[in-house]
Each structure stands twice: as structure tokens, then as C-alpha cells.
């Protein structure tokens, strides 16, 4: 089992930043490709971004390309999502994610149940 813990949400103005971490206890994280999704109020939960296990290949949505940079340290069993350039229409509830399969798989994959482990979310909140 993984247990994974969200936290640096919070309220920014348009064209800020925040860090978002997520720290995973329980298991080592560094066999599991790890990522981020996004639910906004009325929307359903979508993929933001995600890094495989080794750190060496990241991936992006389209929406979140250029502003958003995921990175890990296995070491400390944490992944991070630097977001830069901050739009309202990224207010959302963000949750970490963990599972098994290839992070070059989780942009295209369909729906949600094919994740091992998620987080409980933290708010990000971006003002106009």
C-alpha cells in the first residue's frame, strides 16, 4: 500500500506560482511512475502530469505545457509540480497520483480506474 499526502495549494493571483508537493509513505514510490490530475468544480478529474519512475521522461497536458514542471526525489520518496504562469482556469483540486504503468501511457489513457494509489487533494485556487 501507498499512502500519498498533497500539500502547497493555496490562493495565487493570475500569473503567479505555486509548488505543489506529494509525499508517499507506506512503500518506496520509486518502481511507480507518478503524476497529477486536476478536477475543477463541475468538471471531471483530468490528467495534468506525469514522470516515470527514473525521473527521466515527463509528460504534459496540452493545457499546462510550458507552465507546469513535474520532478520527484525517490529519495525522499516525493514528487513536486512547480506551476508558473498561473490562470484562473487552473483552479482545481489537485491530486497526486501513483501507479504501475509507463507515465508515456497515463496522457491517453481512458477514465481514472486504472490508478493504483491517489492522494485526498489540495485546493489551488488562481484569482483574476
Known amino acids: 500500500q501507498v499512502q500519498l499526502v498533497e500539500s502547497g495549494g493555496g490562493l495565487v493571483q493570475a500569473g503567479g506560482s505555486l509548488r505543489l508537493s506529494c509525499a508517499a509513505s507506506?512503500?518506496?514510490?520509486?518502481?511507480?511512475?507518478m503524476g497529477w490530475f486536476r478536477q475543477a468544480p463541475g468538471r471531471e478529474r483530468e490528467f495534468a502530469a506525469a514522470?516515470?519512475?527514473?525521473?527521466?521522461?515527463?509528460y504534459y497536458a496540452d493545457s499546462v505545457k510550458g507552465r507546469f514542471t513535474i520532478s520527484r526525489d525517490n529519495a525522499k520518496n516525493t514528487v513536486y509540480l512547480q506551476m508558473n504562469s498561473l490562470k484562473p482556469e487552473d483552479t482545481a483540486v489537485y491530486y497526486c497520483?501513483?501507479?504501475?504503468?509507463?507515465?508515456?501511457?497515463?496522457?491517453?489513457?481512458?477514465?481514472?480506474?486504472?490508478?493504483?494509489?491517489w492522494g485526498q487533494g489540495t485546493q489551488v485556487t488562481v484569482s483574476s
Open positions: 497520483a501513483a501507479d504501475r504503468l509507463p507515465g508515456s501511457s497515463w496522457p491517453s489513457r481512458a477514465g481514472l480506474s486504472w490508478v493504483d494509489y
Open positions: 507506506g512503500r518506496t514510490i520509486s518502481s511507480y511512475a
Open positions: 514522470i516515470s519512475w527514473s525521473a527521466g521522461s515527463t
